[in-house]
């Protein structure tokens, strides 16, 4: 597949770098802003992004669309996109990048289908930051194989597989593992803090295990940040599981630990953001920040 135009929905942390990443490669950057932020309409001037007036005009000009929204959006930015297919009459193909559960993948690219276009379901792997040097995107679907062309224009891709859903379940595990690592460390600490010991079992943790330690460090730096939209991909992913009649304890232990950090509010707030501060800061013999 050639691609010259790529409609990205919308400008947030992952879609603006995917934005700018390909239009380092000479790809024409279509978005439509409408009722967004402040934040996405500087987003899209910073990465050079036409401004289209509406879903409509946006699937007309493009060859792909892009759907890098949060995840309780998706289903209406795909019901979106396949009623300007039916009427546009334009059929660009749809690549569904959100950390959704395979049955949410599935039923966005039945509507696309049913407008008479094309899904390929997707899964981000990593950090937006590391978009060009590390982060990768799986692919599945029958048309997959049609999107390996991202990998020539400064994308990391790969087919995991022919069936829309497969993708997104890869991603859903992966943030299970991440996840769920994150809320049992954050566990740990804050119940340490309250022991005394803090400082003690970092010592400990930074002995046993120090390559996790640096590798949960930007995942817990982030964490009042993003608790929210973390709780819901675990939602998502107790939703992946329970279509094959499993209910995990830890994921839903994870899902609403997450979800109480969102809505906290002081004292309680100001006491995990000591414990997080801690944890980043922190490193084992005094070595200096990375």
């Not at 919308?10 to 950057?29: C, K, P, Y």
């Not at 949410?104 to 379901?121: F, H, N, S, T």
């Amino acid at each position: 597949m050639r691609i010259k135009t790529v409609g990205i929905l919308s400008l947030g942390e992952m879609g603006e770098q995917w934005a700018s990443v390909l239009a380092s490669h000479g790809i024409r950057i279509c978005t439509c802003t409408g009722g967004r932020s402040s934040r996405t309409l500087q987003a899209a001037v910073r990465c050079g992004a036409l401004e289209m007036e509406n879903i409509k005009a946006l699937v007309e000009a493009c060859d792909l669309i892009v759907s890098l929204v949060p995840a309780d959006a998706s289903l209406e930015v795909g019901r979106s996109v396949a009623q300007a297919m039916k009427s546009a009459g334009s059929r660009p193909l749809f690549l569904e990048a959100n950390a959704i559960s395979p049955a949410r993948a599935q039923e966005i690219a039945g509507l696309i289908a049913l407008a008479g276009g094309d899904c390929v379901d997707a899964g981000v792997i990593g950090a937006a930051s590391q978009l060009a040097e590390g982060t990768f995107t799986v692919l599945s679907g029958p048309q997959a194989h049609e999107l390996e062309a991202l990998g020539s224009l400064g994308l990391s891709v790969e087919v995991v597989g022919d069936k829309v859903g497969q993708a997104s379940a890869l991603k859903m595990l992966n943030a299970g593992l991440f996840h769920g690592l994150t809320t049992v460390m954050l566990e740990l600490l804050f119940g340490a803090g309250r022991l005394g010991i803090q400082p003690q079992v970092l010592r400990l943790y930074a002995r046993r295990s120090p390559g996790l330690l640096n590798q949960l460090r930007p995942l817990i730096e982030t964490t009042l940040r993003h608790a929210g939209r973390r709780s819901h991909e675990m939602a998502e992913l107790l939703e992946t599981f329970a279509t094959v009649d499993f209910s995990p304890h830890s994921i839903a232990a994870g899902r609403d630990l997450l979800s109480e950090i969102a809505r906290m509010a002081p004292p309680e707030a100001r006491e995990w953001s000591e414990t997080i501060a801690r944890f980043v800061e922190f490193r084992p013999n005094g070595a200096p920040p990375s």
